[in-house]
């Protein structure tokens, strides 16, 4: 039997209210013990002291771009950036060519992650037939074959019929439905957020009301059909007082946001660099306080990157004419620390809570969690250690992040995946 002895290290799963210095063995990919001083004998040892030792973390929120766009990333290459950034499990979005609308491509993408992907992949299937907005997928075998949730992610369902339709199918199959809230009628043009910024830069902006009447129109669906209904990538301040609201009034309702919209406003953008675009876009501070305050109180529920990778030759063109995106697995866990866990806005154990027990609870994963028995994926980072992100040692095939150069205390240090250690930092 294959035996691995994480030795010493401080040991937080949220999932058990579990956070002592201790040790963690595991037998054959699986959780076989957490206890104190445990025996080493055969075994292969991971001295982990000074280190968090977690449940492994949870990116609900990827494009592989695989099938389709495999020039911007693939399965493989997205799967080792992940592993590189202390995730095990991603979950990606369906905008590939051809669109995941079906069990043929749902099936062909599992397959791919199994051959290919260093972590675990699960695939997130659209909503509607090639994410059009007007008939319905075929979400039921699509479940059948391996999604975990629907979305048109990018291209938002703008009938509300359509929703309302979607979410019923979605209710009665037990699949959380994922919303990019965005009014496509009050976002056309728009190349950043609508504001003094975007006036003095000369740019189309993209007001926050795009996204609060999205929210807010899914919110009164979810309650009609009961729905388990997420807001992705939440960023505006209105949109974070009324998913608080709906949580309160017992509505299944959950939300994450991204690290670059609780780290960057759009007073921080570099004027014209395409590395600070994305959808939603930077929005002004008052709202990256509101985010950040959402993540404080619970409102928010789980931190997923958005990872968005362009090739240089489509990123790099005119601000107006390049693509929203940016990557962000290798940066994640850095960032929540520096603006979250150093600033003494939460505790770790809420901070790794956002990265586990947080999204694995809202796609119904046995994962998150390092219960004994279940498969031994494991996190361990530091939260002292220097270290500054180099773009060009990334594992992603893509160079687009606003972060390149820029210095971190505290990150990913180790990923194991059904007990193998995947990747381990260079230090």
Known sequence: MSRLVIKNGRVVDPSQDVDRVTDVAIRDGAIAQIADNLETAGSEVFDAS?????????????????????????IETGSRAAAAGGFTSICCMPNTQPINDSATVTSYIVDRARRFATVNVYPIGAITKNSAGEELAAIASMKQAGIV?????????????????????????????????????????????????????????????????????DIILTEVTGVRYHVA????????EMVAIAKRRGLKVTSETTPHHFVLADADMRPYDSNYKMKP?????????????GVVSGAIDAIATD???????????EFERCPFGIIGLETAIGLGLERLYHTGKVSLTHLVRLFTDGPAKI???????LRPGVVADITIFGLDHR??????????????????????????????VAGQIVWRADI
């Open 233 to 240: 990538h939440i960023s505006s301040k209105n949109s974070v």
């Open 307 to 317: 990872h968005a990778p362009h090739p240089g030759a489509e990123k790099m063109r």
């Open 50 to 74: 000074g280190m968090i030792v977690a449940p492994g973390f949870i990116d609900m929120h990827v494009h592989l771009r695989e099938p389709g766009f495999e020039h911007s990333e693939t």
């Open 281 to 293: 876009p930077l929005r002004a501070r008052e709202d990256v306080d509101a985010v950040t305050q």
């Open 387 to 416: 270290w500054t992100y180099d773009v060009n040692r990334s594992a992603s095939k893509s160079r687009n992040t606003p972060f390149d150069g820029r210095e971190f205390r505290g990150g990913p240090l180790a990923t194991i």
């Open 363 to 369: 796609l119904s994963l046995d994962k998150g969690t």
């Open 149 to 217: 949730a629907i979305s048109d992610d990018g291209k938002p369902v703008m009938n509300a019929r359509v929703v309302r339709r979607a979410m019923e199918f979605a209710a009665a199959l037990d699949l959380p439905l994922i919303e990019h809230c965005e009014d496509l009628h009050l976002s056309a043009g728009g190349d950043m957020h609508e504001g003094l910024e975007s006036t003095r830069l000369g740019l189309r902006g993209i007001p926050r009301s795009s996204e609060d009447v999205m929210v807010a129109r």
